[in-house]
């Protein structure tokens, strides 16, 4: 069964401080990966797809990377607007959803 | 480009009623997905069309939740009757196809609310 589990649960940064989100994954064959910025009252926002370990992909202060259990997005030099709460989510081998995990509640201090 | 578009954006409504959400997926989009997000939690599909067909329905409540996708477009979600656990944010989603490199896009999605 499809697992997805992020830490830390909240996190709160001062502005500048740089940091990184962890998504740990268990999936049957992972055809893709995605990060998704949520804010309150708001749907997800699609951020990367990733596909493949080692891949690499970055928008503006945020980086994504992904290894063959888990995925960081890092965060460098955060500012307030930043805040919100970033979702995981995979896609395996025969499904066309996605399993999303529960969230890491990002909070920038100016 | 146009979002997804969903209504109403709240519904309060009591235990036992019925209820219905609508979504406009973004143009040419053939994959619509419904989600339901409890507090605290991810997104958790319900169902999933490609065009006016159902890929996956096997996560909905089927006693209670009905949905369809007439003319391959427009979507509705139906609740009846509503159980106080259905209170949750629904969310559609939308995707060019099913293929792995489709990001899906959201709505801003509609809160429930059982009294």
């Known amino acids: 069964e499809d697992q997805v589990t992020q830490s830390p649960e909240a996190l709160r940064l001062q502005e500048g401080e740089s940091s990184s989100l962890n998504c740990s994954y268990t999936?049957?064959?992972?055809?893709?990966l995605f990060w998704y910025r949520q804010d309150p009252g708001k749907g997800p926002e699609f951020l990367f797809t990733?596909?493949?370990a080692g891949e690499e992909k970055e928008k503006e202060r945020l980086k994504a990377t992904l290894t063959k259990k888990e995925s960081f997005l890092h965060i460098t030099a955060p500012k307030p607007e930043d805040s919100a709460t970033y979702l995981c989510?995979?896609?395996?081998?025969?499904?066309?959803?996605?399993?999303f995990g529960t969230g890491t509640r990002l909070t920038v201090i100016p | 480009e146009a979002g997804v578009a969903q209504s109403p954006r709240y519904k309060i409504i009591e235990k036992r009623q019925s209820v219905a959400f609508w979504c406009n997926p973004i143009?040419?989009?053939?994959?619509l997905y419904w989600y339901q997000q409890i507090l605290g939690q991810g997104p958790k599909l319900l169902i999933q069309?490609?065009?006016?067909?159902?890929?996956?329905d096997s996560q909905l409540p089927k006693d209670r939740f009905s949905a369809e996708r007439l003319k391959g477009v427009d979507s509705t979600l139906k609740i009846q009757p509503a159980k106080l656990e259905d209170s949750a944010v629904y969310l559609c989603?939308?995707?060019?196809?099913?293929?792995?490199?489709?990001?899906?896009?959201f709505g801003d999605g509609t809160r429930l609310s059982i009294l």
């Open positions: 989603a939308s995707s060019l196809g099913l293929g792995s490199n489709q990001p899906q896009h």
């Open positions: 999936v049957s064959g992972l055809r893709g």
């Open positions: 990733l596909y493949s």
């Open positions: 989510a995979v896609r395996g081998t025969g499904a066309n959803n996605l399993f």
């Open positions: 143009s040419g989009h053939a994959t």
């Open positions: 069309f490609q065009n006016n067909g159902v890929v996956d």
